[in-house]
């Protein structure tokens, strides 16, 4: 009971103080003001630090626990809570001349706390300055806005003035400054021919925020642009405080190698022929293709490339139409003794042949390639291909099967009535368009290819250097007594073809590898 009763006593005693101490007159709240506004006055004055006296006076405005958010852009600081000492050393040390200015300003509500008036100010402020080696830093020039401020003010009733307790500060921005130690890049330190690739510069797949006067800062860390064929290395020029002025050297990664396989398994030729004479034909192709690429816009190359290969062919004829004729043959009567006429009956039910073989390509072409996504291109070429004959292989003889008389046969001869040679022209040429869609692997630098093409032949890659089973005045007995005379056996005419000619006319598929070098 006592307690209490002391306990109410002395609220008694000092609430009227207290509420004084709350209370403030119009003419207190004016000098509150006033002061208020010296020191706002005094700090723009002084903010600049443009003396060791302004130094001083500036030092002079904060408490002696004082904080502030750093709005020196481009300093180890900015954008954190420093202490008001080390504000000012900061400034002095990397800035050789400050530019400040203040605008806006609005007076919060005056709030009692701890025995002392407290008085938030909000206003925006501009900060610029050139550093040691001349770069400007201005908050306004990077974000296109100035910094915004809260500065926390108290007031001494004791000695008559108003003190800083703190200053917060941000940018409301989507842009970031670097954060750490940066890249200063200059675009005077770039050629014209570089200089092109520095709108889709990326440092570690961030875009560029751009200063004053041709100054880009940027984050340290892997450059890249947007032709993933372009190497960027960059190269210091000379380190500052905080950051390192650098340039770039952009080398394009131009060169191609492809290693290709391709099969042509519908037709690799065209067979020209007038006497029922069926024609399949194959083709499979191994090779190593070089190129050269230049850059024909943002998202195509265009490029010249040539190579070498081996490529191997097959060629599959029949004679499906039955064929059926009357030879007459001379047989001796042994009677008579005397030689009559023997009718023979042929009835050529088919009649068979297949010849391989290999070739020494050569190709050269343009190409376009076009980016279709982060891993994707799809590439168009156009050119030609010349052939070296290298060999020509019977891989199954001429066979036929027939009646004679009646009387079923087979024939496969080592020779013909009419000799023919199996190889082709020593060289054939033929155009060639073909579509490519590339799979990025690795790096954009190994890349999955398949595809498509087609190829026509300029000339005959095989001509019959005999007669031919298509001529109509002077038709082919497959099948004959080679003198005429019944005491032979059966012989063949002419190969199947040898009563051809070819020519190229393939859709090829293609599949292999890119590698961007």
């Not at 180890?76 to 008001?84: C, D, G, N």
């Not at 961030?206 to 190497?231: C, H, K, M, R, T």
């Not at 007459?328 to 023997?342: E, H, I, P, Q």
């Not at 040429?429 to 490519?436: H, K, L, V």
Request: charged share 25%; with cysteine; proline share 3%.
């Amino acid at each position: 009971m006592r307690l209490r009763t002391t306990i109410i006593s002395l609220v008694c005693l000092f609430l009227p103080t207290l509420l004084m101490a709350q209370t403030l007159t119009n003419q207190e709240r004016r000098h509150i003001n006033s002061r208020v506004l010296m020191l706002i006055e005094e700090y723009e004055r002084y903010a600049s630090l443009y003396d060791d006296d302004a130094e001083y006076y500036f030092g002079e405005l904060f408490e002696e626990n004082a904080t502030i958010t750093s709005d020196m852009i481009g300093s180890p600081s900015y954008l954190q809570e420093i202490t008001a000492s080390q504000y000012i050393n900061q400034l002095r040390t990397y800035s050789k001349n400050t530019t400040t200015s203040i605008k806006d300003v609005a007076k919060g509500k005056m709030n009692f706390t701890n025995g002392k008036w407290h008085i938030p100010v909000s206003f925006r402020k501009s900060l610029s300055y050139i550093d040691p080696d001349g770069y400007i830093f201005s908050i306004a020039d990077f974000y296109s806005k100035d910094f915004s401020v809260v500065m926390n003010i108290v007031y001494d009733e004791e000695e008559d003035r108003c003190l800083i307790s703190s200053i917060d500060g941000s940018v409301s921005s989507d842009k970031k400054f670097p954060s750490g130690r940066f890249y200063i890049i200059e675009k005077k330190q770039l050629n014209n021919r570089d200089a092109r690739y520095l709108e889709t510069l990326r440092i570690n797949n961030q875009p560029l925020e751009y200063g004053v006067n041709g100054v880009i800062f940027a984050n340290q860390g892997d450059p890249s642009v947007d032709d993933a064929d372009v190497i960027v290395t960059p190269r210091t020029l000379s380190e500052g405080y905080n950051y390192d002025v650098v340039s770039f050297s952009f080398k394009q990664r131009s060169l191609r190698l492809k290693p290709h396989f391709s099969w042509a398994p519908i037709q690799a030729y065209k067979v020209f022929n007038g006497y029922g004479i069926k024609a399949k034909s194959s083709a499979m192709e191994v090779g190593l293709d070089f190129g050269v690429t230049f850059p024909a816009g943002r998202k195509c190359k265009m490029g010249l490339y040539f190579g070498a290969g081996l490529s191997m062919s097959n060629l599959d004829l029949r004679l499906e139409n039955n064929i059926s004729y009357d030879y007459n043959l001379l047989v001796f009567d042994k009677t008579n003794m005397a030689y009559v006429s023997k009718k023979h009956t042929y009835n050529i039910k088919s009649a068979t042949e297949r010849v391989e073989y290999k070739d020494l390509y050569i190709p050269i072409y343009f190409d376009f390639e076009f980016v279709l996504g982060k891993h994707m291109l799809l590439s168009f070429n156009f050119g030609a291909k010349g052939y070296l004959n290298m060999s020509a292989k019977v891989a199954s003889p001429y066979t036929a099967n027939y009646t004679i008389n009646g009387v079923d046969n087979t024939l496969t001869p080592d020779s013909f009535i009419i000799p023919n040679s199996y190889a082709k022209r020593p060289y054939d040429i033929s155009g060639i368009a073909n579509m490519e869609l590339d799979v990025n692997l690795y790096k954009k630098r190994i890349y999955l290819t398949v595809g498509a093409g087609y190829e026509y032949g300029f000339n005959k890659s095989y001509e019959s250097t005999t007669i031919s089973y298509e001529d109509s005045k002077k038709p082919i007995l497959p099948v004959m007594k080679k003198d005429g005379s019944d005491r032979l056996a059966d012989a063949a005419t002419l190969s199947l073809i040898g009563g051809i000619h070819t020519m190229r006319n393939a859709i090829w598929f293609t599949t292999g590898l890119k590698f961007k070098l």
